[in-house]
Each structure stands twice: as structure tokens, then as C-alpha cells.
T-cell receptor
Framework: DAKTTQPPSMDCAEGRAANLPCNHSTISGNEYVYWYRQIHSQGPQYIIHGLKNNETNEMASLIITEDRKSSTLILPHATLRDTAVYYCIVRVDSWGKLQFGAGTQVVVTP | EAGVVQSPRYKIIEKKQPVAFWCNPISGHNTLYWYRQNLGQGPELLIRYENEEAVDDSQLPKDRFSAERLKGVDSTLKIQPAELGDSAVYLC????????????????FGEGSRLTVL
């Protein structure tokens, strides 16, 4: 599976949009982009995933560039409960191995 | 609906002692995973089961780690003997299985079992 690169940390003000970048320049045509988050002392939680098109659900939006070499997870209105480590993962199909990197520690401040 | 249940939540043992972790996946989920998460790092896959068959155990340290999933439902991960470097959080996850219409491939994680080896 392709490797991803994320910033180690970022801060966001409560109520503002949080834009989390992820680089995956070696992604293959059959690899999906998945995002999970992990709140302190909990297991990781699925957020969203996509292949080529932008995706949106009740938690977030996923913007994938046309060349698919990078993507951005958008939390539209960050709350204090969104403070967590966010993992960007590329994965072959829905049953491919899910390999986590170090992720981005997001801290939402009042 | 109950989520993935793991026990114990915390375990402290001395090195060279054995330890076991138990996981009960979401009902109907055929695929079960064990991950290990060291402090400050992302989870690392140890083993994946499809029903009762271990289909990927390439990352499992087989000299001291063992796992089983009898009857394809709940699972046990054992370490014997434990070493200082085994201190970590052991996470269990489950998913409905491979393929299938509408299968997003989402993994559902338990809260983990935190192991401290002294």
C-alpha cells in the first residue's frame, strides 16, 4: 500500500473549519483514501473514504485532487470533541490491509 | 447494538509472566483484527482472521505471541512470556467481511487493552 505523509500536529479554533492535508504521491489507481481518527484512550473511528470523487458525510468532507496525489479532510465546524489524532490511509479495496502511520494530532481550542 | 468488546481494559504484569486478552466482535462480523499500538504511534496490524482462519499473521511475533478464534466468533491474544517491550495498547477490530454490496471496508475498533510490563 502507498505511504502517506501528514503534518504531525495542527491547531484549530472552535467553530472554524479544520483542513487536514495528506500527501499520497505514490497511490495506485485501485487504492482508496481512508480517514480515521482516534480520540484519547479510545480505539480508532472511521470518518470517511473515497477513490476519485469528493465525498461528504455527516462527519466530514474529503477532497481528493484530480491527480489523486493528495487529499484534504475538512471538518466544517470544529468542536472541542474533535480533538484527536487523524490518520490518512491508502488501501487497496475495502478489504485491503489498513496500515496506520503516525497521523496528525489536531487540537481544537476554545 | 453492542460494539467490539475487549477485556481486560488494563493489565499490569511483571516480565516473563503470561497475559491474555479477549475480544468479542460485533455480531455477524466475519473479519477480526488484532492491532498493537505503541505510545505515540499508530496501530500496527498483528493478525487478521476471516471467520476462524488466520489469513494474515505476518506481523505476529510467533515466538511469544499466539492468537486463536475458535468457532469464528470471539478471539484471544496471548503473550508468553511477556517482555518489557510488549507494553502497549492491544486493539481488537471487526468488520463485516470482504466484498459485498455497500461494504465500505470500515473497521470497528474496541477501546483496547492497555498492557504494562514491569
Amino acid at each position: 500500500d502507498a505511504k502517506t505523509t501528514q503534518p504531525p500536529s495542527m491547531d484549530c479554533a472552535e467553530g472554524r473549519a479544520a483542513n487536514l492535508p495528506c500527501n499520497h504521491s505514490t497511490i495506485s489507481g485501485n487504492e482508496y483514501v481512508y480517514w480515521y481518527r482516534q480520540i484519547h484512550s479510545q480505539g480508532p473511528q472511521y470518518i470517511i473514504h473515497g477513490l476519485k470523487n469528493n465525498e461528504t458525510n455527516e462527519m466530514a468532507s474529503l477532497i481528493i485532487t484530480e491527480d489523486r496525489k493528495s487529499s484534504t479532510l475538512i471538518l466544517p465546524h470544529a468542536t472541542l470533541r474533535d480533538t484527536a489524532v487523524y490518520y490518512c490511509i491508502v488501501r487497496v479495496d475495502s478489504w485491503g490491509k489498513l496500515q496506520f502511520g503516525a497521523g496528525t494530532q489536531v487540537v481544537v481550542t476554545p | 447494538e453492542a460494539g467490539v468488546v475487549q477485556s481486560p481494559r488494563y493489565k499490569i504484569i511483571e516480565k516473563k509472566q503470561p497475559v491474555a486478552f479477549w475480544c468479542n466482535p460485533i455480531s455477524g462480523h466475519n473479519t477480526l483484527y488484532w492491532y498493537r499500538q505503541n505510545l505515540g504511534q499508530g496501530p500496527e496490524l498483528l493478525i487478521r482472521y476471516e471467520n476462524e482462519e488466520a489469513v494474515d499473521d505476518s506481523q505476529l511475533p510467533k515466538d511469544r505471541f499466539s492468537a486463536e478464534r475458535l468457532k469464528g466468533v470471539d478471539s484471544t491474544l496471548k503473550i508468553q512470556p511477556a517482555e518489557l517491550g510488549d507494553s502497549a495498547v492491544y486493539l481488537c477490530a471487526s468488520s463485516p467481511g470482504t466484498g459485498g454490496r455497500g461494504n465500505t471496508g470500515e473497521l470497528f475498533f474496541g477501546e483496547g487493552s492497555r498492557l504494562t510490563v514491569l
